[in-house]
């Protein structure tokens, strides 16, 4: 029992010393930690800086991570009310009456005017490039870096990064116009070269037929032209004005001194309103004013020139009969012309896109090549003759043409159709 008793005494003893250790042991480092000096508030504060920024950097490189994945993934286009989805390589036409929208994800919109045609060529992660065929369309582009957008329009081509603005192309009178409500831009191609600066509230004008554009700003003609003075003014004197027919001119009444006053017939005011109309881009507008004041019978009257602005009032109005008979009779009237055969390209369009009637439609396409091999339409009638000639079920005469389209045309608007007609050819 003593032994046992000593037993205890001794780890007792042996627990009380571990004790004591440890309490010296932590009185010595409270000691020493009371001795050090105390850090100063600039070493708080910079220590604070220290851990905050590298917060920022780590925050910075993840966002950096996060938009360069964004980066990777193309835009979205949107068409219409429906929101239907486009694909590269679609073609999108705005009805006969009513305008058509195209949204894209980055925030830029494109809005066809009626009876407009486009084709989306590419949809990237930095913007989108889109082929302007005909018709009028307003255009407003977000100020972000991904939101760059390409319009070819013709033989323009519309750089921009961040603007407002509406184009109109006419492809059979080859007439480009531009309007630049805010920013600025850029366009090149035909008579603009290499490029040509453009800003907010500037209008241009231009035409690689007569090869001049004509910039206005604030209502004031710039004058801006290559040196192709003399031979445009020969063109422009040669073609028909656009002036009252000599049966429908007013007559000119005076009274005693005064200086002369026209006197015009409700019919012949009608006539007149017709045109300025049109002369504005206001198509639909024209063709009701057109139609009030006797469509048939003005086309009667009308010149050259007229008549491809009755034309295209009904056009945008969607009256394909009316177009149709203004075309027909412009040929008629004034055969073996270049408004003549521009009139034949825009038969054999309303032949494939309003009847569906694929032979006819070639046959004019043909004509305007016939008559025009050279003109400012050739890539594009050769283009609309591949695809008519191959609906109306001559696939190899397609596939003979597509092969000469890309010769001529390697990245032409039809380039893709021509690709697929020529992939698909039998062994």
Request: glycine share 8%.
């Amino acid at each position: 029992m003593n032994d046992l008793n000593r037993l205890g005494r001794r780890i007792a003893d042996e627990q009380d010393a571990v004790r004591a250790r440890e309490t010296s042991g932590r009185f010595r480092v409270r000691e020493r930690l009371a001795s050090l000096p105390a850090p100063s508030a600039r070493s708080t504060r910079y220590k604070l800086w220290v851990a905050a920024a590298g917060v920022s950097i780590a925050a910075t490189m993840t966002f950096a991570l996060w938009a360069r994945f964004i980066d990777t993934e193309p835009l979205r286009a949107m068409i219409g009310s429906s929101q239907k989805r486009a694909a590269e390589g679609d073609w999108i036409e705005a009805p006969r009456v009513e305008s058509l929208p195209v949204r894209f994800s980055n925030g830029t919109s494109i809005d066809m005017a009626p009876r407009s045609r486009a084709r989306l060529l590419e949809l990237g992660s930095k913007g989108a490039h889109v082929l302007i065929e005909s018709g009028r369309v307003d255009v407003k582009v977000v100020r972000r870096p991904d939101a760059g957008l390409k319009l070819s329009v013709g033989p323009f081509r519309i750089r921009v990064t961040g603007t407002r603005f509406n184009v109109r192309w006419n492809p059979d009178l080859d007439e480009f116009k531009l309007e630049l409500a805010e920013g600025n831009l850029e366009v090149s191609g035909c008579v603009f070269g290499q490029g040509y600066r453009m800003k907010a509230g500037q209008r241009v004008y231009a035409s690689c037929k007569s090869g001049r554009f004509d910039m206005m700003e604030g209502g004031r003609r710039g004058g801006e032209e290559i040196a192709m003075q003399e031979s445009v003014d020969a063109n422009a004197a040669s073609k028909p004005q656009a002036s009252l027919p000599e049966a429908s001119r007013p007559a000119i009444k005076r009274k005693g001194r005064g200086p002369a006053r026209q006197v015009f017939t409700s019919a012949q005011r009608r006539a007149l309103t017709w045109r300025k109309l049109a002369e504005q881009g206001s198509y639909v507008q024209a063709f009701m004013s057109a139609e009030a004041a006797g469509f048939e019978s003005q086309c009667a009257q009308a010149n050259a020139t007229e008549l491809w602005m009755l034309a295209d009032a009904a056009h945008f109005a969607g009256a394909a009969k009316k177009e149709a008979h203004a075309l027909i009779l412009l040929r008629n009237r004034f055969p073996k012309t270049s408004l003549a055969a521009l009139a034949a390209y825009s038969l054999g369009r309303l032949e494939f896109d309003n009847r569906g009637s694929y032979g006819k439609s070639a046959r004019w396409f043909e004509v305007y090549l016939e008559e025009q091999p050279g003109g400012s339409l050739s890539r594009e009638a050769r283009g609309r003759l591949i695809e008519a000639i191959s609906r109306a079920g001559d696939v190899a005469r397609a596939r003979a043409l597509a092969a000469e389209y890309l010769r001529d045309y390697p990245s032409g608007p039809h380039a893709e159709l021509a690709k697929n007609l020529l992939e698909t050819a039998e062994p």
